[in-house]
Nanobody, 123 residues
Framework: QVQLVESGGGLVQPGGSLRLSCAAS????????MGWYHQAPGKQRELVAV???????NYADSVKGRFTISRDNAKNTVYLQMNDLKPEDTAVYYC?????????????????WGQGTQVTVSS
């Protein structure tokens, strides 16, 4: 079973910065994409940033130029550096990973989710 453990959320002032971390642990063959999603109350969960194992990144338009995703593949950890935070960034942020897992003599693709961490941008 793969577990994703997040850290780094909290309260920050507008214009401030925050760095989220997500570490994967457990039994898996490999991890391909890792990314971050967020969900505000009453809204659908949406992609913030995602990075392939090869280092290619994609961002939501709303965070381009402000957020940076990075990975340490040796540690199976993904980070989200959030700069120039705005009140509209307030949401629960979830780590997600697409991995290959061994089961019944074959590899299977599945998604894992972190527990979510609250980011609140307010004065």
């Amino acid at each position: 079973q793969v577990q994703l453990v997040e850290s780094g959320g909290g309260l920050v002032q507008p214009g401030g910065s925050l760095r989220l971390s997500c570490a994967a642990s457990g039994r898996f063959f490999s991890i391909n994409a890792m990314g971050w999603y967020h969900q505000a109350p009453g809204k659908q969960r949406e992609l913030v940033a995602v990075m392939s194992s090869g280092g290619r990144a994609n961002y939501a338009d709303s965070v381009k130029g402000r957020f940076t995703i990075s990975r340490d593949n040796a540690k199976n950890t993904v980070y989200l550096q959030m700069n120039d935070l705005k009140p509209e960034d307030t949401a629960v942020y979830y780590c997600n990973a697409e991995g290959s897992y061994y089961s019944g003599g074959a590899l299977h693709i599945s998604n894992s989710w972190g527990q979510g961490t609250q980011v609140t941008v307010s004065s």
